[in-house]
């Protein structure tokens, strides 16, 4: 899955350009990027996870989104902007972030946004074949506790719109519609050679409506207007 965001992060950051990471975790997606030449400025709430990043050789800083209009007042535009692997799902209001990093993006400049999606058959199989309905449907809901933090679940659409004002949306994709999300990974281990080929098949339709409507997550790229 992981793969799949970064061919696409491949068409939109090459050497030389200055990319905003938000929810940045343990740091891999940015240094994945500055090995391809992109300076990262990467982002986290966590002190543990900015810790992490920084062990990596990643210039990182604990910040919240909510906080990342202070963080890049006075700074030059960034090229773009990313949130990999549902960090703006701990986000309330999707709008005020749109607003806040409006101004950090320079014009033309792209925000690849990949967010955990409401509606996941794998999630109900999986966890209703271990007699845990609660947790089969909890995306269902408007939001969830997960170890203190609040979790809502956008739908691609509600996403979209709260971005429309400054950016448009260019390319909504899915990932983990047939592809096993990472809760899978034990058993997905054990065959390879089916993973690889339900990729295949997820990459070849994962921008038809109703597969991003049942993936796992879903990856925005918008465009600043």
Same mark, same amino acid.
């Given at each position: 899955m992981r793969e799949a965001v970064w061919r696409r992060l491949a068409v939109h950051f090459g050497p030389g350009q200055r990319v905003l990471e938000l929810n940045c975790g343990t740091g #891999?997606?940015? =240094?994945?990027? +500055?090995?391809?030449?992109?300076?990262?400025?990467?982002?986290?709430? +966590?002190?543990?996870m900015v810790d992490a990043a920084r062990?990596?050789?990643?210039?990182?800083?604990?910040?919240? #989104?909510?906080?990342?209009?202070?963080?890049?007042?006075?700074?030059?535009? /960034?090229?773009?902007?990313?949130?990999? /692997?549902?960090?703006?799902?701990? #986000?309330?209001?999707?709008?005020?972030?749109?607003? +806040?990093?409006?101004?950090? #993006?320079?014009?033309?400049?792209?925000?690849?946004?990949?967010?955990?999606?409401?509606?996941?058959?794998w999630e109900w199989a999986w966890y209703l074949a271990r007699?845990?309905?609660?947790? =089969?449907?909890?995306?269902?809901? +408007?939001?969830?506790?997960?170890?203190?933090?609040?979790?809502?679940?956008?739908?691609?659409?509600?996403?979209?719109?709260? /971005?429309?004002?400054? /950016?448009?949306v260019e390319r909504t994709w899915a990932l983990g519609a047939f592809v096993p999300p990472s809760y899978v990974e034990p058993l997905a281990r054990r065959v390879p050679s089916a993973v690889a080929a339900l990729d295949r098949v997820e990459r070849a339709v994962e921008t038809w409506r109703p597969v991003v409507s049942l993936a796992d997550h879903y990856v925005l790229e918008l465009r600043r207007r």
């Open positions: #891999v997606d940015a =240094a994945w990027l +500055a090995r391809r030449g992109v300076e990262v400025v990467a982002t986290d709430a +966590a002190q543990g062990a990596r050789g990643v210039s990182a800083v604990r910040c919240a #989104v909510e906080d990342i209009a202070a963080l890049t007042a006075g700074e030059a535009p /960034f090229d773009g902007v990313l949130s990999n /692997f549902g960090g703006l799902n701990c #986000v309330d209001d999707l709008g005020a972030v749109a607003t +806040a990093l409006a101004p950090a #993006v320079r014009r033309d400049g792209v925000a690849v946004l990949c967010v955990m999606g409401p509606v996941v058959p007699l845990q309905p609660r947790t =089969a449907f909890r995306r269902l809901h +408007a939001s969830t506790e997960w170890r203190g933090l609040t979790i809502r679940y956008p739908s691609a659409r509600r996403l979209g719109a709260a /971005f429309t004002p400054w /950016f448009r």
